[in-house]
């Protein structure tokens, strides 16, 4: 199917030909073209032209207004103002449009590819091996799996990356305390895998660290074992996946439970990069971009400076030879660069990261490895506050573990469910799957209607709410729709081109149209907000069609009926495919 341009690109198209045929001095003419409250668009761009030709802008806007084309699309167009160009379209060219979306049957609604197509590498969320899930780690598996959608809906060729915690001095510990424990791993009886996985995780990292804190000799034979994993021993590698496999189990229960689909070969972590750590500090000491400083191998930038004033540097490789966070990410980036070919890297990580990357970023572009057709791009996310603005912690002041929290959020949704069930007639296994949908759909949708960089309360009560901006009520406007297909009987959705439609059925209409430009909008920015504040404008707009246009009424003409079942079948279609790029489903009956 081929893509189905939008009426704002072929007005933008009519009015750009028709500023270069009646202007033809002024050469090539943008018409900013913007949505308008006393038309349908408003074209300012003549008040510029008016300047560059000094001309009188009314005169000039007369002169653009004969050289358009008549009929087809353009119903009325008005100069107003200095200038100003406010154009209505017709009725015929709105329905005919969204006919020609609702024929695409591979699903797009006749969104194009984009033309510049690249491969993204994204990294997003990134839980560490041994520890638990929290609430911190929910906005960057949220945002970025939103982000992997919408990018590949558009065309990009997306690689994903998680790049787990799995290296590091605790390994030691909890490997040395297994060797000495052997039945430690053993999982109890009566939880699920994830579950037990993950007590059984938390059992053993807190008696190994009770035993390391108490016991010096524990402590020295930890240390010891932490050179082994380093130096690639088999028995130490055999224990250390033991817990890097364990862990993974528990984080795809987490990720199950968010309705998220993460893969074994996307999970690249942190050791996956260790063979390539010397040589990547060996090119930048080789090339000037680090030098060595107290013992170390350091990277200095003349505007991160410490309090005292002195420059802080990114530390790539410590005194004792030890490798810093930096010669992973460094290495990563190389590899992401050099082996998968990205022209993109996009890192979803905490804002509070910013400095790091920053200099990361400027290190790899010192050493090359990024350039003006290579790029990376942090995606900053804020922090998740509670009710009372204060980062969100449990009553006795720990940090909230994200499986209690998808849990709780899953129990209100399906109390909403469960108390309207009845009027709808829905089976026990279908309030507890819709249960799941409403309140991870909650979750996901609280996070993704806020703008990444921001912080944002979680507050269930608003987020599993039926009215105002929340995923409930986006998943009630489709639910809604699919009844009343359900009832239209012998009625089928049809197009009327002819027909001259109502103030609601306009403004729903325009509305749908402009789907394809938010997602070009939301995948060149990676802000999913954007889509998400799209939907509710169309919800929005879906209630005041209900309230203004009944659309199984008696008294309407069967024409009148099949084409508001055609707007209200691919305002559905549109409500379903936005919701399934922020990752939340929309259940058929709520």
Not at 94 to 123: C, F, H, Q, S, Y
Not at 163 to 184: C, V
Not at 253 to 276: A, H, Q, R, T
Not at 521 to 533: R, S
Request: net charge negative; aromatic share 6%; hydrophobic share 40%.
């Amino acid at each position: 199917m081929a893509s189905v341009p939008s009426l704002a690109s072929t007005l933008q198209q009519q009015l750009a030909d028709a500023l270069t045929a009646a202007l033809p001095d002024a050469g090539a003419a943008d018409p900013l073209l913007r949505r308008s409250d006393r038309a349908d668009f408003q074209a300012n761009g003549i008040l510029a032209l008016a300047k560059k030709l000094k001309g009188n802008p009314r005169e000039l806007a007369t002169q653009v207004t004969a050289a358009l084309p008549a009929g087809g699309l353009i119903k009325d167009i008005e100069v107003s103002g200095p200038g100003f160009l406010n154009v209505t379209l017709t009725d015929r060219a709105i329905v005919e449009t969204l006919a020609a979306r609702a024929a695409d049957d591979e699903g797009r609604l006749g969104v194009p590819l984009k033309d510049d197509a690249g491969t993204t590498v994204i990294d997003y969320a990134q839980p560490n091996v041994a520890k638990e899930m929290h609430v911190g780690h929910l906005r960057s598996a949220v945002i970025g799996d939103a982000v992997v959608k919408i990018l590949e809906f558009t065309g990009e060729n997306v690689v994903r990356r998680h790049h787990i915690g799995d290296w590091g001095t605790q390994f030691g510990m909890l490997i040395q305390y297994l060797i000495e424990h052997p039945g430690a791993l053993k999982h109890e009886g009566g939880a699920s895998d994830g579950e037990a996985a993950m007590s059984t995780l938390n059992r053993v990292y807190k008696e190994s660290r009770v035993l390391f804190d108490s016991d010096e000799e524990f402590k020295a034979r930890s240390r010891d074992r932490v050179v082994a994993l380093q130096a690639g021993d088999a028995e130490t590698l055999e224990l250390w996946h033991r817990f890097v496999d364990e862990s993974k189990i528990y984080f795809h229960s987490v990720f199950d439970k968010l309705d998220m689909e993460i893969d074994d070969p996307d999970i690249v972590g942190e050791s996956g990069y260790n063979d390539m750590l010397e040589e990547t500090c060996r090119i930048l000491e080789e090339t000037g971009v680090a030098v060595r400083s107290e013992g170390a191998l350091c990277v200095f930038f003349d505007d991160v400076k410490g309090p005292d004033g002195n420059k802080v540097p990114l530390i790539v490789k410590k005194t004792n030879g030890g490798y810093g966070y930096a010669a992973t990410d460094l290495s990563a980036v190389r590899n992401r660069v050099q082996d998968l070919k990205a022209d993109t890297l996009l890192y979803v990580v905490d804002a509070r990261q910013s400095l790091h990357f920053r200099m990361v970023f400027e290190t790899a572009r010192r050493a090359g490895w990024l350039s003006d057709d290579v790029k990376a791009v942090q995606l900053a996310f804020g922090t998740v506050l509670g009710k009372d603005g204060k980062p969100f912690k449990t009553r006795e002041g720990e940090t909230v573990r994200l499986e209690d929290l998808l849990d709780e959020a899953v129990a209100r949704a399906t109390a909403v469910v469960r108390d309207k069930a009845d009027k709808v007639g829905l089976s026990e296994e279908e309030i507890v799957e819709n249960g799941r949908y409403v309140g991870i759909g909650a979750v996901k949708y609280a996070d993704l209607s806020t703008s990444a960089v921001r912080d944002y309360k979680f507050d269930l009560d608003q987020m599993v709410a039926l009215h105002g901006d929340t995923s409930v009520y986006l998943q009630y406007a489709y639910a809604r729709i699919q009844s009343i297909l359900r009832k239209a009987g012998d009625a089928v959705p049809a197009a009327h081109p002819e027909l001259e439609l109502a103030p609601a059925e306009r403004a729903l209409g325009l509305h749908l149209d402009q789907f394809g430009e938010v997602l070009a909008e939301v995948g060149a920015g990676y802000e999913p907000h954007k889509l998400a504040a799209y939907l509710y404008q169309l919800a929005s707009h879906l209630t005041t069609f209900y309230d203004q246009c009944q659309v199984l009424s008696p008294d309407n003409a069967p024409e009148v009926v099949e084409n508001r079942l055609f707007l209200v079948e691919l305002t559905a279609r549109t409500l379903h495919r936005g919701m399934a790029l922020l990752g939340i489903r929309t259940p058929e009956r709520l």
